[in-house]
């Protein structure tokens, strides 16, 4: 690159065209030292690699709200739309949640606990985030990397994101909490000790629901092995992460990613059959 540098020397002036190389180790020494920042910018990055289409509707738009309105009435009358199989897959993860109290929560708990230290903590504290701010901090990114790259996937992605998480974060994850009023496992009640509407918030994790339906939105907007991967990956550890600090036992944890993988897959699939019909 030529830069015209403007040099002064009493009342003399003089221009030259000077070759400028970017000092590329400030600007990296800069993002290592906010590594939030580092990693919205690699955020940014790497939607600029992934391929665009036509452009889906714009966040602010009437047609979204239409979206986000369809899928809140969906999904909180869901049990009124279900087939046969749904009813046959709730009644699988019920069963798989249910033997989880009755026969796991102890020995996980004790478990965890017993392996807990310095090092355990401070990692979990790393990754707890995932499941509490960062997904809203994601989201965002994520939508303004398809605004700048023009990435149709990435701005679907963050609004289906937006929609899912909205609902079960505001809508499911409270209601389910007040209804069941489980005890936290530090509180040393029992595994057994349900309260509703105690203000009791043990069951589910509303962490895990919210890191789980973001996880699954994803997977499901990319194709690519890797982001599956990573996604749940991140998922599962904030999962770790809540029965680290004692505050989920572990059908918590497993109900939570249940109801979010199902809210996020079932929003992305109602989505995409809205854009395509209009």
Known sequence: NIITLSLSKGMGKCKADVPVRPSFRHCECRLLRRPKQSLLVLAFLLLGLLTASAQPESAISKKYTSILAHDFTRITLAPAYWHTKDWIRFGVASS??????????????????????????????????FGRHYPSAIIIGWYGAGLVFRDSTAKTAALDAASATTIASLVVSPILKELFGRRRPW?????????PFS?????????SMRAFTLASVMASHYRRTWVKVTCYTLAGLVVWSRMEYDV????????????GTSIGLCVTKLNRKLRHEK
């Open 199 to 207: 203000g009791a918030e043990s069951f589910p994790s509303g962490h």
């Open 96 to 129: 798989a949640i249910g033997l989880s109290m009755a026969a796991l929560d102890k020995p996980v708990e004790t478990f965890v606990q017993r392996n807990r230290n310095h090092a355990t903590d401070l990692f979990a504290k790393r990754i707890e985030p």
């Open 187 to 195: 509180e040393n009640q029992g595994t057994h000790h349900f309260e």
């Open 248 to 259: 989920h036992y572990f059908s918590d944890v497993l109900a939570g990613a249940a109801i």
